[in-house]
């Protein structure tokens, strides 16, 4: 339903947190897998797909400009649809303050709250987004689910609402002026064949939100059925697995869905991913995606060697390779990024989940140095390279049809 106020009432944002705070202490991964499904379990993956995981906002803001699109209109229907009885259209383009009792409950808020919204017109300036894609071309910025080592905190100010934008067509049109540059991927000799390539899951999971926004479906539609100038490829890469709106799109082979996995089961980093679809439901459609004749890929991140791993890691590969097993000729690739943190996505989290199990020890890690005098905490050169070694060595043998396109 619309409500017609241009601010949240400060009883509504109190009485929203009680259902997230098991989300914010420590590891949080409800419904979480005893063990990782056993190899050759395709069946069972196909049963987890019958719930695939759908995030239900507490709250939608429509801004004026954005209720005036089509596309903001759109979403504003699917909301209904999807039963969201709080939908505020507010008068004007500027949000109201997000604030709970404290940060924790601000947090809180904030993630249980989808902003529509109109793009402002730098996101036409596409950047280039090194070493996945020629650019990034933002949908949405912000993701309604849970991760404890979320690279989105530090990188996004203020509380982490998710906002989608309503100007899709505008967005879209970014691409035009793009198509056929490039200095990342249009430039490397084995990828240079993807043409000319866009990532859309930067600042958001795409498909987190896509049952609220149908923006994916319409941007995979819009890359599958053009007539560009010359090849290009739309990416993305998810924690959820809600592919069914996906499998009957005209994506021309041009849209390549990475899942983001990780080693699962009790001790595995996959307890530090609340809020979304499992890595065994992740691996279900995944294989689906793979059948629908979608170019598809893994993306192992953020890769935590602690006590096991190899054995973590190694049980992971055989479970992407049980569930493509009846996929003829998957075109599957692998991008592997270990784990690190910057100072100030460690103070964010830390802020977020201050129970937290992950290591963020700075005394542990080296450190990198980049532009602008960043830092960022990474394993040492030693753990990398035997991380580095052994996915390369492993990748080839359990998984010979995988293409590493990177590790870092
Ligand atoms: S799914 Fe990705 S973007 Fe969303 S919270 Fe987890 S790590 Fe962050």
Redo the contacts with the bound molecule.
Sequence with gaps: MFLMTPTLPAASAAGSLAPFAPLLDGPSAPGLPASAPAAGAVEAIEDSLRSPRRWQPKQVLVTASAADTPHGRAIVARCEAAGIDRIELLRADRLPPLRGGDERATYALAKATLAVVTSAPSARRLAPIPPSADWRLDLAVG?P???QY???AGSLAGPPVTRVFADLPDVLSAMDTHVGRGGVTSTSRHRAGEGTTFEVSCYT?PL?IEHLTGSLAATIAHVGTRDWPSPVGLRFTT?FDDVAPLLDLPHAGRTRVRF?VNSAGPAGAERF?GG?ARVRERLGALRRLALAGYPVGLTIAPVIPGPGWQDAYGALLDDVASALRDVPDPDLTAEVITHRFTPKSREVLLGWYPRTQLEMDPAQRATKRGKYASIKHVYTPPVMAEVRAWFERELERRLPTARLLYFT
């Design positions: 993701c689910a849970h991760c979320c690279y989105l999971d987190g924690k983001s991913e979304t």
